[in-house]
């Protein structure tokens, strides 16, 4: 069934005339093309087309002021480079684009530089010669604000080592000599006296043959030529006593 109303149909077709068949396939292609733009399509066009330019054109006129404002600082750069007599140069506060552009300009000329100030309104840079080079404490100086003075700055780090010195030989003397918070004798005065030691002093007494011991801490008085005479003495007696016993029992 389906074969035969094709077939039907491609016949019906066939007999169509030439003309209709062209106005057919002509609008046909004229559906598959875009229509045209409208009014309201063509202004938001050229608005875009404008904004682009004027975009284009901004761009072309910061390129042009970043390469001008280089070509300054590449000058001033030089300038300072050759002046014998300047050691260091701050500038004014600028933006941050200016300030990368001067320090690449810095570094390519072999000049150290930093920038200082704590708000983004108020940083400049500084640059300085390699052997100028600014030390640890004129960089702490700039970073709080203050004006760096070599000759105060010379004082200030005497001071330091004088301080730092007298600290040391105090640390060492404190450990050398461990001095007690009171004094002892006076703390038990009330036990040993004020004059113990003294009166303790005076009683010791030199003697040849006993050293310097004190006499009346010696038991026996009598020296050793005299103890051993002694002690000769009562075994002589002790002998004559035991001869006279034994004669009279006897």
């Known amino acids: 069934m389906i074969c035969a109303c094709a077939a039907r149909t491609t016949a019906a077709n066939n007999k169509l005339p030439f003309h209709s068949k062209m106005a057919d396939l002509l609008g046909s292609i004229l559906n598959s093309m875009e229509k045209p733009p409208t009014v309201g399509d ?20 910061e390129k042009r002021k970043k390469a001008e404002f280089r070509k300054k600082m590449e000058k001033e750069v030089s300038d300072f480079i050759q002046d014998s007599s300047q050691q260091k140069r701050k ?19 072999g000049l150290t530089s930093f920038s200082f100030g704590e708000d983004e309104e108020s940083r ?33 780090r ?3 080592e004088q301080a730092a010195l007298e600290e040391t030989e105090s640390s060492k003397t404190k450990t050398a000599e461990a001095c007690p918070n009171s004094n002892y004798r006076d703390k038990y005065s009330h036990l040993i006296g004020t ?9 010791l007494e030199a003697n040849s043959a006993y050293g310097c011991v004190p006499v009346a801490n010696k038991r026996d008085t009598r020296s050793i030529e005299e103890a051993m005479n002694q002690i000769r003495a009562k075994k002589r007696q002790k002998l004559e006593d035991d001869t006279g016993a034994h004669h009279s029992s006897s």
Do not use: C
Not at 97 to 104: A, G, K, M, V
Not at 136 to 149: I, N, P, S, V
Not at 195 to 203: G, I, L, N, P, V
């Open 158 to 160: 005497r001071l330091k």
């Open 195 to 203: 004059s113990a030691a003294k009166d303790a002093a005076h009683t």
């Open 124 to 156: 400049y840079v500084m640059l300085f010669k390699k052997e100028f080079a600014p030390s640890d404490e004129e960089l702490e100086a700039y970073r709080k604000g203050e004006e760096w003075d070599p000759k105060l700055a010379e004082q200030r």
């Open 42 to 61: 063509q202004e938001s066009r050229r608005k875009a087309r404008e904004q682009a330019a004027r975009l284009k054109k901004m761009e072309e006129h």
């Open 91 to 109: 500038y004014n506060p600028m933006g941050k684009i200016e300030r990368s552009i001067l320090h690449d300009v810095a570094e390519v000329a």
